[in-house]
């Protein structure tokens, strides 16, 4: 999705929160369309680091993967591609 309707979804809904009081916090001047902002996308970003969740990853212990649609055939073939590789099909 773009940034414009995520923010439309998460942000102008109320379902990004200050870590600090844990009440809805709004993006910067309420604006959801940055395109063109240059610059000032500086305080975009700064928003998101403060409503986002980092979690400490390590993708050589953890991988992520997403089917290509949500059709059950896709999500099959991620699945045994998965096994696969936890069987070492492709070499260790």
Avoid at 8 to 34: F, Y
Avoid at 46 to 55: K, S
Wanted: with cysteine.
């Amino acid at each position: 999705i773009t940034m414009e309707e995520f923010l439309k979804r998460e942000a102008m809904t109320g379902k990004l929160l200050d870590p600090k009081t844990n009440q809805p916090m709004m993006p910067p001047g309420n604006r959801v369309e940055w395109d063109g902002a240059g610059g000032q996308r500086q305080e975009l970003f700064e928003y998101l680091r403060t409503v986002g969740h980092v979690r400490n990853w390590n993708p050589k212990e953890c991988m992520v993967a997403f089917p290509a649609t949500s059709n059950p055939e896709d999500i099959e073939v991620l699945q045994n591609t998965m096994d696969d590789i936890k069987n070492e099909k492709y070499g260790p």
